[in-house]
């Protein structure tokens, strides 16, 4: 079948630029030490095929066509990919290539909301009994919540930095998005395989953010919290290819 070849291709080429850029991630840590300006500064390589394999899986999520699951359901994971790949344009090539020192948190903090709107995409999606269910998420309420209490706390001036908002924003809406694709096989709407890709994918993401946490977390030169921050952002993508790829492949029709 021609997806499935392009699938094969995509999964392939994806695994193959992973296996590159997690190699010379490693031998730039060995070469630099946990030297924050010395690691951004050489991992141009890196950056460049960490995105290019974010547009492979929003390809494979794109390419789904005629071997969809469901109408509907293709289109939500459709838009949330474009809200993934739009958050690392600006985590790895805005923020690299065009970030100073006055504006590059501003692409953190945007990258942030991308990603904030992917995964109330994703719990929208994984909270659906049929492929026509309208019903709204009361799990909503927690990141509603947040938004609200972040918008509490930045009028009596508690909280000022943006980046710091929009993750403690984030942070809630990412367990919900958790929790609800570990739910996703009881729902009965998913098959057994598609299920699996959704809560799997969900777990990897989820710990590829705990390690995002830990990365933006720099201390001073050769510290130990400077080596946690280094040592975390190698792993990132361990978990990242993984959680995109399954996701992608979650929209897919998995039987004849």
Request: hydrophobic share 60%; glycine share 4%; charged share 10%.
């Given at each position: 079948m021609v997806y499935s070849r392009l699938v094969t291709v995509f999964t392939v080429?994806?695994?193959?630029?992973?296996?590159?850029?997690?190699?010379?991630?490693?031998l730039v840590l060995y070469q630099c030490g946990a030297v924050q300006s010395c690691l951004e500064t050489s991992s141009d390589f890196q950056n460049v095929t960490k995105f290019i394999v974010t547009a492979i899986a929003s390809l494979l999520a794109f390419s789904v066509g005629k071997r969809k699951f469901a109408n509907r359901d293709r289109l939500f994971l459709q838009i949330a990919f474009a809200m993934i790949l739009c958050a690392d344009f600006c985590f790895k090539i805005l923020y690299n290539?065009?970030?100073?020192?006055?504006?590059?948190?501003?692409?953190?903090?945007?990258?942030?909301?991308?990603?904030f709107i992917a995964?109330?995409?994703?719990?929208?999606?994984?909270?659906?009994?049929?492929d026509v269910d309208w019903s709204f998420p009361w799990i909503y309420c927690?990141?509603?919540?947040?938004?609200?209490?972040?918008a509490f706390l930045t009028y009596f001036?508690?909280?000022?930095?943006?980046?710091?908002?929009?993750?403690?924003?984030?942070?809630?809406t990412l367990c919900c998005s958790l929790f609800v694709a570990c739910w996703a096989s009881k729902r009965g709407?998913?098959?057994?395989?598609?299920?699996?890709?959704?809560?799997?994918?969900?777990?990897?993401?989820?710990?590829?953010?705990?390690?995002?946490?830990?990365?933006?977390?720099?201390?001073?030169?050769?510290?130990?919290?400077?080596?946690?921050?280094?040592?975390?952002?190698?792993?990132?993508?361990?978990?990242?290819?993984?959680?995109?790829?399954?996701?992608?492949?979650s929209g897919y029709r998995h039987h004849r």
């Open positions: 080429i994806a695994a193959t630029l992973f296996v590159a850029f997690f190699v010379c991630d490693w290539y065009f970030g100073t020192v006055d504006n590059r948190d501003n692409f953190i903090t945007v990258g942030i909301v991308f990603f995964q109330m995409i994703f719990i929208y999606r994984h909270t659906r009994i049929s927690i990141p509603v919540a947040a938004i609200f209490s972040m001036h508690v909280l000022e930095s943006f980046e710091l908002m929009a993750a403690l924003v984030y942070a809630p709407f998913y098959p057994e395989k598609n299920a699996f890709f959704v809560m799997f994918g969900m777990i990897c993401f989820s710990l590829c953010d705990i390690l995002t946490g830990l990365s933006l977390l720099p201390g001073e030169d050769h510290s130990a919290r400077e080596i946690i921050a280094a040592v975390s952002n190698n792993f990132i993508w361990l978990f990242y290819v993984p959680a995109i790829i399954c996701l992608a492949l």
